[in-house]
């Protein structure tokens, strides 16, 4: 491996496009970042937006589910009422 190996492989271009960049950066990344300010906090409300609607949703769906719970549950304890009197009825006339 000889010293030659070690140097880049740029031209003087590449190293004067690279400086450039080092010189504006300190002005352009600030400008930058005062644009995407807005826009980041716009993301982060419709984020919390769709979290709070996301979480109404989920407490409708498990209210609509417990109903249907309890409803099923009082049918089913009607219907087995129902199947014990038709039980005892039946073995008292018998």
Known sequence: MALTDLVPRGNIWTGVAIGVGL??????VPALAGAA??????????GF??????REMV????EMA????????????TELSVGRESVSSSLAEA
């Open 59 to 62: 407490a409708e769906v498990s």
């Open 23 to 28: 010189l504006i950066a300190p002005v352009v």
């Open 66 to 77: 417990e109903d249907l719970v309890e409803e099923a549950k009082a049918e089913v304890e």
């Open 37 to 46: 300010r807005p826009v980041i906090k716009a993301v982060l409300k419709g």
């Open 49 to 54: 937006l769709l979290y709070e609607k996301g």
